[in-house]
């Protein structure tokens, strides 16, 4: 007999004949308190509800709730904050607390108020929010943090998808992991057509493209204030692997992109209406969900440095 194809006599082992899993110590299941402000896992891998918290403009929020909001959005990636706690009007400037608010929309999402934009399903006929993607990331300076509030949240449907994609990095085979941190990929705006979808005007639209050229980019990037590692390919813009064959790039970036997509990272955040959430795009990715068809859908974005 073949000596390849004897049978095998001894127990197998478990991690090697397994995918891998992630360590325990990743998972959240307790709340995080400072006085009356609680933060309860959203899920057990990515995300974190608020509860106890009130924005009020007029009274500056204290430096230790700030720091530990803070704190809390580099641990569990996003923070969502039930509709009480934000009032509609006060939204960019609470959005402030996390960075400095910078206009990021284009005609499809236009301007509402002063750097916020609006994400409106009545007029917003562009899809491409509906792909797995880092808010930005084909540019050289990606925003750090996304925020958005939910001026009207459909009954049913409209959720975001979340993947804790420094958790899917942490899935992967250390050997195939190390290989990855030396590649890097382009990215483009417009590989799925965002761009072309969103401008009209042929000018707007040359000027567009030429704001935003293919970038090279790591495939994965290290966050700069926790020094995790991030899987940055994003479906939305990744066009290839650079110093690959064609057909070995296809295949890394759909192995990338499976691993982003793996239930045990990901997580759907129901919108209610009047909640806020906001986002670090150096730990997640994300994606809408369009079911919720025949139902109004407005979201208010403010993009954060």
Known sequence: MNAL??????????ELHQPRILAPELYRYDEARLGEIRIQPYSPIVGGLVQGFRFQPEIRTPDEVQ??????LLEYGFLSF????VAAGDFEPFAALFGSPRFAGN???????????????????TRTNYIWHIDQAYRERPQKFTALYAVQAPRHGGGTLFSNATAAYQLLDPRFAAYLDTLTILHNADQM?????????????????????????PLVRVHPETGARQLFACELYAQRVLGVPRLVSDHLLGIVFEFIKSPEVCTEYRWETGAALIWDNRIVQHRGIFNYAGQDRVLHRAVLD
Do not use: C, W
């Open 67 to 72: 720091a530990f909001l803070y704190r809390a």
């Open 5 to 14: 194809l004897k049978p095998l006599h001894r127990p197998a082992d478990t």
């Open 107 to 125: 005609p499809q999402a236009p301007r509402v108020g002063g750097e916020a934009n609006a994400i409106d399903s009545a007029r917003k006929k």
């Open 193 to 217: 057509g965002l761009v072309s979808m969103s401008y009209g005007d042929p000018e707007r639209l040359a000027q567009a493209r030429l704001d935003t050229p293919p970038l090279e980019v």
């Open 82 to 85: 039930e509709p009480g706690s």
